[in-house]
């Protein structure tokens, strides 16, 4: 303690020097640059002119280029392929006479009936696909049904 009671001007004398140093040297950092860059600034020219003679308009098909068709049976079977995904996100599901998983390992559905309450169990599920958008079970690709006794 002593040491420190007879340097203590010496002790300012080192934190002013190191806070100068400090300074400078942030200063020498963050000071913009007045140099040149060192690359040309490129400078771009106006897009030239469109040839009009190339440009095909809307309704006149390019002869060098393919097509894909989308006919309305395409759109339904896109529409079709999206309720199921909705709804194979959704489970699996336990119904009160049935059960629906999807196996995404082979990509398929199986449905499962109370053996005991058959014809309730497929009225059931074909209720459950109408709610989710589904108008026939012909929808579910690699549908898999059996049926086992429910407790």
Not at 18 to 44: D, G, H, M, R, W
Not at 47 to 56: D, H, I, R, T
Not at 84 to 113: E, H, M, R, T
Not at 135 to 148: A, H, M, S, V
């Amino acid at each position: 303690m002593s040491f420190i009671k007879n340097n203590l001007g010496l002790i300012f004398f080192a934190i002013a020097i190191l806070t100068v140093i400090i300074v400078a040297s942030v200063y020498l950092i963050l000071k913009p640059s007045s140099q040149p860059t060192p690359s040309p600034v490129v400078i771009f020219s106006p897009s030239p002119k469109p040839n009009l003679e190339q440009k095909v308009f809307a309704g006149e098909p390019d002869p060098n280029r393919s097509y894909q068709v989308i006919t309305e049976q395409n759109k339904q079977q896109g529409e079709q392929d999206y309720l199921v995904g909705v709804l194979a996100d959704k489970l699996p599901f336990q119904g009160v006479n049935f059960s629906l998983l999807y196996n995404i390992s082979n990509n398929q559905f199986v449905v499962v009936f109370n053996s005991s309450n058959k014809s309730v169990a497929e009225q059931e599920f074909n209720r459950f696909l109408e709610q989710n958008g589904i108008k026939d079970q012909g929808w579910l690709y690699n549908l898999y049904i059996t049926e086992q006794p429910y407790e």
